[in-house]
Structures are given as structure tokens and as C-alpha cells.
């Protein structure tokens, strides 16, 4: 009983160490920047259609199937421990695999299909704001303050100013519902995801409730996917399958890592890191798509948006307790 106690702390110790913490969010985060010149490459290897929504989730699905593969092969062997659970935590699994992958990646994939990468990595930080204003609500010790407040203000200004109209020179307000608004509806999706993910990790393996969200939301895009199925002019190139692994391993691994974070820290403290997203996501793309670039606005839209997350999460810090009652 005292080894174990000794080994749960010593995690504890591991996860909560800033130092192991900063390394292994920045490495998430990069993970999930590369997805979106990733998924926009993805999509002109298979010559996918905008309107072409059924092969996009089956591509969806099929990404993190395979994912959640990788990751009961880890759980297994590589961690040497069970794959079961009980019965008790299959609902709340199978919540968490619907808005974390099943909606939250039904809104990227067909999002992103109208919208730049970099455009896209920037919209997609939404989910960093929605998380601290859902944390006010939710836990005693994470209230808003002055610091958060101006954080989420600069954020959105930086996200409007990502939508500026560099020919008219005014605020571009052609609002899509399914380009503009779906990567905002991902990133509420994403929010609700956070939450059920720490309240799970906080009773099971977080890498296991990684594995077990992965599948139940890779069986949902399937399934919505799978009555309509890939188009007969699409062909799999060997770079496709590349890039399809690649994306499988990154959610593999980008949310085994952050689900840990969240186990043993704050979540409304923790997205501090995750300023990283929109920067390597707006970075990678401008250096790997053809067509797309950085201008003056979109660097200033992305030194407001990471200033924001970082006031948020940083200076907006509630010192006074510890435990997220």
C-alpha cells in the first residue's frame, strides 16, 4: 500500500513539475499546430471537394480510429495495464469521445474546408476563452478577474482582426455558418470536452480515457460518414497514408499528454500553454501550403490572441487554494 501511495505521488510530482509541464504541453501543442496545414495537404492529395462532407468525416473517423488503436497498443504494452473498466464509466466515456472527437472534429474537418490553415488555427483558440469562462462557473477557485478579463478581450480582438478585409480595409463580416462558425463550434466542443476529460482522468488512466474517447467518437464520425462513403474519384497516393498515420499518431499522442496535464492541474490554468496552437498552426501553414502566407494582420492577430491566452492563464492566476471544488 505505501509503494503505491509512493508511486501515485511520485506521478503527481512528475506532472505537476513546471519544468516536465512546459516541455510536454509545447509538445502537444505543436503536435496540434501541424494539423492544419496536415488535414488542408490532406485534403488536395485526395482532390476532396468542399461540398464533399461524407468523405471528410470518414476521413475524420478514420483517423482517429486508428488513433485510439495506437493508443490501447500503448495502454497494453507499453504501460502494462488493463484495458477494462467498469461499467459505471462507459456512459460517461462515451459522452466525452462525442464532444471531444465525435462534434468537435465533425466542425474542424468541414470547417477547415472553407477556411485557410492559418486563418482556421487562429478561430480554432476560441476553445482557450471558452474554457476560462466555463471555469468561473464551475469551480470556486478559478473565478474571472481584471487580468482574465483583459486576457479574453485581447483574444477576441485578435480573433476579429484575423477576419479583416486586407482589400477593403475594413472587417470582412461574410460570416460562414459552415466555415467560420464551425471552427468556433469546434472549439465549444472542445471546451465541454476539457471539462468531462478532468473529471475522468481525475478516477481512471488518463491515457485509457484517451484510447476509450478516441474510439466512441472515431465510431461516431463513421457511422455518420459510412451511408454516402468515399467517392469514386478519390484515390489513397502513398503520401495520403503518410499524412493519415502522421494525424493518427498526433492525436495519439497530443491528447494522452494533455489529458495527464489536466489530471494534476488547474484547467483553466493549464490552456496557458496552448497559445503555442494557434502560433505553430498559423507558422506551419504559412511555410507548408502553397498560396497561403503571414501578413501585418495576421501576425498582430496572433501576438493579441497569445497575449490574451497568456493574461488569462498567467497573471489572471487564483492563488488563494489549490483544490478545483
Not at 472515431?218 to 503518410?242: E, N
Not at 496552437?277 to 494582420?297: D, N, Y
Request: glycine share 10%; charged share 10%; aromatic share 14%.
Amino acid at each position: 500500500m505505501n509503494e503505491l501511495k509512493e508511486g501515485l505521488q511520485l506521478e503527481k510530482n512528475i506532472w505537476t513539475n513546471k519544468y516536465f509541464a512546459v516541455i510536454l504541453a509545447v509538445i502537444a501543442c505543436l503536435l496540434w499546430g501541424s494539423a492544419f496545414p496536415v488535414l488542408k495537404l490532406t485534403y488536395a492529395e485526395l482532390n476532396l471537394r468542399p461540398d464533399d462532407v461524407a468523405s471528410r468525416v470518414l476521413l475524420a473517423g478514420a483517423r482517429f480510429f486508428l488513433a485510439s488503436v495506437m493508443t490501447f497498443l500503448v495502454v497494453k504494452f507499453g504501460m502494462k495495464s488493463r484495458l477494462s473498466i467498469g461499467k459505471k464509466w462507459l456512459l460517461p466515456l462515451i459522452v466525452l469521445g462525442i464532444f471531444q472527437t465525435g462534434l468537435q472534429y465533425f466542425f474542424f474537418y468541414n470547417g477547415i474546408a472553407h477556411v485557410s490553415g492559418v486563418k482556421s488555427a487562429i478561430l480554432s483558440s476560441m476553445g482557450n476563452f471558452f474554457v476560462v469562462l466555463a471555469a468561473h462557473f464551475i469551480y470556486k477557485n478559478d473565478r474571472l478577474n481584471i487580468a482574465k478579463v483583459f486576457g479574453l478581450l485581447t483574444g477576441f480582438l485578435g480573433i476579429i482582426l484575423v477576419n479583416r478585409n486586407p482589400e477593403g480595409g475594413g472587417i470582412n463580416w461574410n460570416f460562414r455558418l459552415v466555415g467560420e462558425g464551425f471552427m468556433i463550434f469546434s472549439g465549444l466542443t472542445s471546451t465541454i470536452g476539457t471539462f468531462s476529460a478532468k473529471k475522468l482522468t481525475s478516477n481512471l488512466n488518463p491515457v485509457l480515457v484517451n484510447a476509450y474517447q478516441l474510439l466512441f467518437g472515431s465510431l461516431l464520425l463513421i457511422a455518420v460518414g459510412l451511408p454516402k462513403g468515399i467517392q469514386p474519384h478519390i484515390t489513397f497516393t502513398p503520401v495520403f497514408w503518410g499524412l493519415l498515420l502522421y494525424s493518427a499518431f498526433l492525436s495519439a499522442t497530443a491528447f494522452s499528454i494533455w489529458y495527464n496535464l489536466l489530471k494534476y492541474n488547474k484547467a483553466g490554468e493549464i490552456t496557458i500553454y496552448r497559445f503555442m496552437i494557434p502560433i505553430s498552426g498559423s507558422l506551419l501553414s504559412a511555410l507548408l501550403i502553397p498560396g497561403e502566407r503571414l501578413t501585418s494582420g495576421i501576425i498582430i492577430a496572433l501576438i493579441l490572441v497569445a497575449l490574451g491566452i497568456a493574461a488569462v492563464n498567467y497573471f489572471g492566476r487564483n492563488k488563494a487554494t489549490t483544490s478545483e471544488t
